[in-house]
């Protein structure tokens, strides 16, 4: 049970160029997640998406796109990397369960570690 | 969105000894978590206890959904309890989930 797995775990690329970091969950949950992680900030949550080709905004989307055509799957793209953009990068998944949702436990993936030099 | 405040936002423990780390959110939630990032930076869950008390061996957790606030109890802490602890609510299925500042903890043998 392979989980939730994120690819590379590590790049470095360049302002200007075009990055997009991979996800994959096995457990077929509708939800998946976005966030990236600085030093003074926690996690702040970039896109999700409820199901395949549903997604929406998170808190800090801007130089961001994602996309959803299979369940399993929610690559995060950056169009024009910037230096502001250095950071880790933690997908998630979720699947509500129960009337009123009474179970929504988000799990995360291991992190991509992303430098724009 | 919803302010999470964690506290305190380090801590310094000898081997041993107990603990309480405290969250406070600032809106009704209907999920609340508690993770541990390890010093490799991943995140593990702990808790998922969006109200009531739960337990997992040395840790419990307590929420109180009306008062707004969660508490992590870490007892007979061990240096592999090392790390950041997180507190990450929602307001409804699905929705985004905001993560507090953490708790920088320090276990020292």
């Known amino acids: 049970d392979a989980g939730i797995t994120q690819s590379p775990r590590y790049k470095i690329t360049e302002t200007g160029r075009q990055v997009t970091l991979m996800c994959h969950q096995t457990w077929s949950h509708s939800y998946m997640f976005w966030y990236r992680q600085d030093l003074g900030h926690g996690l702040r949550l970039i896109y999700y998406?409820?199901?395949?080709?549903?997604?929406d905004k998170g808190e800090v989307p801007d130089g961001y796109v994602v996309s959803r055509s299979k369940t399993e799957n929610f690559p995060l793209t950056l169009e024009s990397a910037t230096r502001s953009q250095t950071s880790v990068y933690f997908c998630?998944?979720?699947?509500?369960?129960?009337?009123?949702?009474?179970?929504?436990?988000?799990?995360f993936g291991p992190g991509t570690r992303l430098t724009v030099l | 969105g919803i302010q999470v405040e964690q506290s305190p936002p380090d801590l310094i423990l000898q081997e041993g000894a107990n603990s309480t780390l405290r969250c406070n959110f600032s809106d009704s939630v209907n999920n609340l978590q508690w993770f541990h990032q390890n010093p490799w930076g991943q995140l593990i869950n702990l808790f998922y206890i969006p109200s009531g008390t739960k337990q997992n061996g040395r840790l419990s957790a307590t929420t109180v959904a009306t008062e707004r606030y969660s508490l992590l109890y870490i007892s007979s802490s061990q240096t592999t309890d090392s790390g950041v602890y997180f507190c990450?609510?929602?307001?409804?299925?699905?929705?985004?989930?905001?993560f507090g500042t953490g708790t920088s903890l320090t276990v020292i043998p």
């Open positions: 990450a609510v929602a307001r409804a299925a699905g929705n985004q989930f905001y």
């Open positions: 998406s409820a199901a395949a080709d549903i997604t």
């Open positions: 998630a998944s979720s699947e509500p369960q129960g009337f009123g949702v009474t179970y929504n436990e988000q799990f």
